[in-house]
């Protein structure tokens, strides 16, 4: 149970958002409640563990060594019509264990002057009343309920995010723009352990991809698949994994399976409301084309802990003050992520001959590459696609 109750700040989630949003408040002074409703924090893992090079990740935090699973040196993508794209390149980025990194980051708050209360599920969120929004808690161990106060919330609940539309945003996740997805943990070692290998296009997968990451420390692998709202009668995401880890590693066995979802829609147009916050995939930061969000969600927290600080200091918690973080996110990360989208979109409606020649495309590109000349042949090539499919290109990059 929380020790006090009147908070300068709650923040629902000690996700990687929220967690690193909760240690940046309490290192500037303010009283910080991070409330999970997990009992540990980081557990159940449901993310395939691929993340962004060390170099990004120190921008936010020491880099801990303890939960770095591998150095990642390359991407093979294996297109349709047997269309496959080696790229290797040293430092990509790194597989982590998601356990201990969710916790190094609970930590890091808890180390800063948070008060981490795990077992605590957040259940409602009252209108702003008298300068304060009240919290409805209920302690999972004990199944006690209560109330608590805070200046400002933070809404840092993932996925199955609820606190946004406590305060009466518009957060619902429509199936088109929903990845649904399952991973299998496989006892196995991968041929190319330090390489990200996918499955993607029309006579594999339809909207979405198949996955494997090593994880060289553990000596196992990450199979997923993921997929947007599948066709009628298409294959499911279990069966989907299970087909590839039969091919892939016949003998070797499952030690885990979990599922998930993934907002790829883009970054909510409403995020922000009167002394409340959203951030994470609670606010879709999660990049719409890889379905990656945990350094997004972690520059989220960043920029959410930026902006609720200058509020304070200005002396305005108000959703129009407040919108300057929208506007920040947009810049930073959520343009990048609208045209990764339309990308997305354009690339999944071409029809299979046509979605074979795109890969065929972007191949020349990184066996040359990706030189300053290969790049203007293969953009112009892409050009010539688009306008021989119009009505993809139309409905991914017009809106
Ligand atoms: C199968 C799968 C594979 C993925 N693979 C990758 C990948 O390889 N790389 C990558 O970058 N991303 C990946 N992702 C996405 C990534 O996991 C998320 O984008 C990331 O976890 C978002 O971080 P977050 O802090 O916003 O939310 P979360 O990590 O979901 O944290 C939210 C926290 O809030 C808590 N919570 C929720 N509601 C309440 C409540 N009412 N009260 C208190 N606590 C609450 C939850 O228990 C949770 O701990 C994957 C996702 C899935 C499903």
Known sequence: MPASRTYDVVVIGAGPSGSLCARNLAARGYHVLLAEKRPVVGVPVRCGEA?????????????????????????????PGGVSIRYDKEDIGLMIDRRLFDQDVARQAQAAGAELCVNTRIEGISPVKDGVRELAIVDEASKTASTITARLVVGADGVEALSGRWVGLKTRQLPPQVCSAIELRVDA???????????????????????????????????????LTPKLGEKNMYDLSMEYKNRLFPDAKVVEVHGGAVPVSGNLTEFVADRFVLCGDAAHHTNPLTGGGIISGILGGELASRWIDAG?????????????????????????????????????????????????????????????????????????????NWKAAKKAFIK
């Open 51 to 79: 993340t962004g090079r060390r170099s990004r990740l120190s921008n936010f935090m020491k880099v801990n060594e303890a939960y770095i699973e591998t150095d990642l040196n390359g991407v093979i993508l294996n297109g």
């Open 189 to 227: 070692m991968d041929v190319n352990p330090n390489h990200l290998t996918f499955w993607q296009g029309h006579d594999s997968i339809n909207k979405g991809y198949v996955w494997v990451f090593p994880k060289l420390k553990s000596g196992v692998v990450n199979l997923g698949s993921g997929v």
């Open 312 to 388: 304070f200091r200005n002396g305005d918690l108000s959703r129009s003050f407040l919108v300057q973080y929208q506007v920040d996110c947009w810049e930073q990360f959520g343009k990048h992520h609208h045209r990764q989208m339309s990308i997305r979109d354009f690339v999944v409606e071409l029809p299979l001959p046509t979605q074979t020649a795109f890969y065929r495309i972007f191949k020349d590109m990184v066996d040359a590459d990706l030189s300053l000349p290969s790049k203007l042949v293969g953009y112009a090539r892409m050009l010539g696609l688009a306008a021989g």
